[in-house]
């Protein structure tokens, strides 16, 4: 699919509504003078402009539901060091604005009317492009079979919880699984520790149901959990991966 | 440009865009990994590198062969289009000039080439883009073969345009008579992608 012949034009965003996910984590819906939705897995870039004219571009994918014209939503995490990220989880209010490109990309997507099992894998805040799929599929007529096995350090650190569980509750084939990879809490019902082959085999949709794959996360996991997904059988061609690296500042 | 509320450089931000980092680009020690799907592992004994056109291989190297040729060593700052540059970085390889030599060919077969790798990845370039020492075919980062996250045993290094130019896993340069738009080119990023014109995606200037 091609999106060639669209001019990524900067609009003035306003941020409309901002609330917290986590302690490090916050979504901030934006709308825009001209935005006609997007496909889930997409990403917009931002750019931020100080009164001395210096200026800062950060790319973060969407968190909102697809083909949803009236307001886009990213999910951002604070990086202790970062330049924007910690302006838009600390700063930034309701009311305020800032310039914006996007949709952009058109590989790591995802379409409601691809029925083949849609199989999703976050490590950290790489959840954010895979929760906009969810929603897409939750607002599709026939929602695909879907799985997603979600790696967090801790539990006060998993985005979106309380709407994932929601999704879920639903019984509309879709199932979740949490690794914690930080800690292990006595009353906690997920899975521990990084994603390995048996956590695949037991969780993730098998390649004979020949589901599409998105692996989303920092460098390393999805290095790790790519291999992995080919020596269970996957072609290579079923999985899309999207990594953010050590600088962190991606999503 | 619009001011953005409370928002300032962060103090000690160690480079601003100027002379040496294009304009929406940020300086990072760090050397991210962005590709589209797993890593490539294509042993070197079935390695090689061709040039093709018209269906046609017209030249091509096997590793050993390969590591033959004129090793040129390059440092050279380096530029995402997700926004991250990486300055001095330091490489070893081939340039094209010289496989265009040790194919024989006096002139380009076309103005336009398609490089293909390992897992399908593709990426359009204009011969103009690779001649007079601007693109290599490398093996070696900062003396050491490259690891196969960063697209060893050989990638693409065109420097002067954003790194998705920079073709990981290189296997086949394909000259073509158009500028036919590769694997990010036809989804909605710029046909060249010169950084300090800020091109981005489809329809920047």
Known sequence: MTIAGVFHEWQLATAVAIRDETPFVRTIAFTLPRWTGHLAGQHVDLRLTAEDGYQAERSYSIASAAEEPASMEITVERIVDGEVSPFLTGELVAGDTLEIRGPIGGYFTWRPNLQAPLMLIAGGSGVVPLMSMLRTRDRSMIPAPAALLYSSRKREGIIYRAELDRLTAKNDGLTVTYTLTRESPSDWQGETGRIDERMLKTHAIPAERGPVMFVCGPTVFVETVAEHLLRLGHPETAIKTERFGPTGEHS | ?205
């Open chain 2, 1 to 205: 440009m619009p001011v953005t509320r409370g928002f300032s450089r962060r103090p000690g931000a160690p480079e601003i865009p100027g002379e040496r980092l294009p304009p929406g680009q940020f300086a990072t020690p760090e050397f991210p990994v962005l590709t589209a799907g797993p890593t490539q592992h294509t042993p070197l004994e079935q390695w090689s590198l061709s040039f093709q056109h018209e269906g046609r291989i017209i030249s091509s190297w096997k590793w050993a062969q390969f590591t033959t040729l004129p090793q040129t060593e390059r440092t050279t700052d380096i530029h995402c289009v997700t926004k991250w540059s990486k300055f001095d970085t330091h490489w070893r390889g081939v340039t094209f000039d010289d496989l265009m030599k040790a194919a024989e060919l006096e002139s380009p077969v076309t103005p336009y080439v398609i490089a293909h790798c390992d897992g399908g990845y593709t990426t359009n370039l204009p011969i103009a883009d690779l001649r007079d020492g601007k693109a290599m075919v490398v093996t070696h980062f900062e003396d050491k073969p490259i690891a196969p996250t960063h697209g060893g045993p050989a990638r693409l290094l065109v420097p002067h345009l954003y790194f998705w130019k920079s073709a990981k896993w290189v296997r086949r340069l394909e000259f073509i008579p158009a500028n036919t738009p590769g694997f990010w080119e036809s989804m909605g990023y710029h046909l060249r992608g010169d950084p300090w014109r800020e091109q981005r995606y489809t329809g920047d200037p």
